[in-house]
């Protein structure tokens, strides 16, 4: 089935650095692409998404590139500010059946931004 | 509008007892998506009810099932509860078609109900 590798699990920045989160996965017919962010304690929010037919994609200090021949894609956090601390995780929609109800997560990465 | 909302937020079984969780889909919302959250782990797909029927199905036994009601609201039950069972269950809602498009799948997540089993 589906699966989605996720590196690192913790990743610990300064304040103003970048951060960069990597999956890679297999078996999978999947064209959409989102990443989650998940504060402690609170709901998993969606921050970002890409299509199959795109690289890359930005939304102020977030970015993320997708090789899907490669089958890997990643986040990139510019400028860090200590509320971008929390689990973000990326995700695979569909399964190899072409389904696309179902999400796959990545184990997730913790983030911590130092002041 | 109103988001998705869960109850309950916390609770405490024993093995081999029943747990029905209930989750109120965002307004406009017609898909309900449930999701186990082992603790350090990423949520893991358990099904999904499109309009009141089961439309997809994670890899888990049958003693998890669900129900979507005609208001989209649903309830995940799991009977015959075990240790591993302890988790937070997510509900998300979502607008979609039975065959929707790719990327169609947008979920907006509740809170989460937190189950012990003791």
């Known amino acids: 089935g589906e699966n989605v590798e996720q590196h690192p699990s913790t990743l610990s920045v300064q304040e103003g650095d970048s951060a960069v989160i990597k999956c890679t996965y297999s078996d999978s017919a999947s064209n959409y692409f989102p990443w989650y962010k998940q504060e402690l304690g609170k709901r998993p929010q969606l921050i970002i998404d890409?299509?199959?037919?795109?690289g890359e994609k930005k939304d102020q200090r977030i970015a993320v590139t997708l090789n899907k021949t490669a089958k890997h894609f990643s986040l990139h956090i510019t400028e860090t500010q200590p509320e971008d601390s929390a689990v973000y995780f990326c995700v695979l929609e569909g399964d190899s059946g072409g389904s696309n109800y179902k999400l796959t997560f990545g184990k997730g990465t913790l983030l911590t931004v130092n002041p | 509008e109103t988001g998705v909302t869960q109850s309950p937020t916390h609770l405490i079984k024993t093995r081999g007892q029943q747990v029905t969780l209930r989750c109120s889909s965002q307004s406009g919302h017609n898909t309900v998506s449930w999701y186990q959250q082992a603790l350090g782990q990423g949520p893991q797909f358990i099904f999904q009810?499109?309009?009141?029927?089961?439309?997809g199905r994670g890899n888990f036994p049958p003693r998890f099932s669900g129900l979507q009601f005609p208001n989209y609201s649903s309830e995940l039950n799991v009977n015959a509860l075990e240790l591993d069972d302890s988790a937070l269950y997510l509900c998300?809602?979502?607008?979609?078609?039975?065959?929707?498009?790719?990327?169609?799948?947008?979920?907006?997540f509740g809170a989460g109900s937190r189950l012990t089993v003791l």
């Open positions: 890409i299509r199959s037919n795109v």
């Open positions: 009810y499109y309009r009141e029927e089961e439309n």
């Open positions: 998300a809602s979502s607008l979609g078609r039975r065959r929707a498009r790719s990327g169609a799948n947008v979920l907006t």
